[in-house]
Every structure is written in structure tokens, then in C-alpha cells.
């Protein structure tokens, strides 16, 4: 099982960037794939962005030009850089793991407890 820890959420303006972080712990070499996932209340958890190990990724189309996704294998830590942002980009952003290539719409197998990020007009 690998144990997932996120940071970096916080409170931002619209047109403003934070940069979230994953740490992973436990048994990372057994996860092909990690991706950044986010949930409002009353609507459905959706993929934002996910990276294979041979650094494949896949975005939501509405944050691709605006979103990075990228590992640091040293540090075992996924991250999340965003600018832009926009008050629809308010969520809870969960870190994910799985043992199999993943995109955007997959179900995972390790989750994170969430980090809030909020975007202000």
C-alpha cells in the first residue's frame, strides 16, 4: 500500500497559481501511475491530471493550458502547478496512485485525505 500526503492548497485571486504536493511513502515502486483529482460538494470527483512512469499525462481539457503535472522520483513527490486559476477550479484536490496505467477517468488504488483550494473572483 503506499501512503499518500498532500500540501500546497490554500486561498488564491482569480489569475493567481499555487503548486500542490504528494508525498509518497510505502510501497511507491509498486504504482505505475499517480494523478491530481478534485471534488466540489453535491458533484462528482474528476480527474485533473494524471502521469504514467514513462511520463505520459493526461489533463482535463479545461485545465491543460493551464495546469502542469510533474514527479520528482528523488523526492517520490507528484506535483501540481496552476496558474490561471479560476473560481471553477475551487475544490478539495485529492492525490492518487495506481498499480496500472490510469488516465483521467480511472478508478485508484491509494488516495490522499485532500488538500482545499480556493479561487476568489
Known amino acids: 500500500q503506499v501512503q499518500l500526503v498532500e500540501s500546497g492548497g490554500g486561498s488564491v485571486q482569480a489569475g493567481g497559481s499555487l503548486r500542490l504536493s504528494c508525498a509518497a511513502s510505502?510501497?511507491?515502486?509498486?504504482?505505475?501511475?499517480m494523478g491530481w483529482f478534485r471534488q466540489t460538494p453535491g458533484k462528482e470527483r474528476e480527474g485533473v491530471a494524471t502521469?504514467?512512469?514513462?511520463?505520459?499525462?493526461h489533463y482535463l481539457w479545461s485545465v491543460k493550458d493551464r495546469f502542469t503535472i510533474s514527479h520528482d522520483n528523488a523526492k517520490n513527490t507528484l506535483y501540481l502547478q496552476m496558474t490561471n486559476m479560476e473560481p471553477e477550479d475551487t475544490a478539495m484536490y485529492y492525490c492518487?496512485?495506481?498499480?496500472?496505467?490510469?488516465?483521467?477517468?480511472?478508478?485508484?488504488?491509494?488516495w490522499g485525505f485532500g488538500t482545499q483550494v480556493t479561487v476568489s473572483s
Open positions: 502521469m504514467n512512469n514513462a511520463g505520459y499525462t
Open positions: 492518487a496512485a495506481d498499480r496500472w496505467p490510469c488516465g483521467i477517468a480511472s478508478t485508484m488504488d491509494d
Open positions: 510505502g510501497y511507491t515502486s509498486g504504482r505505475y501511475c
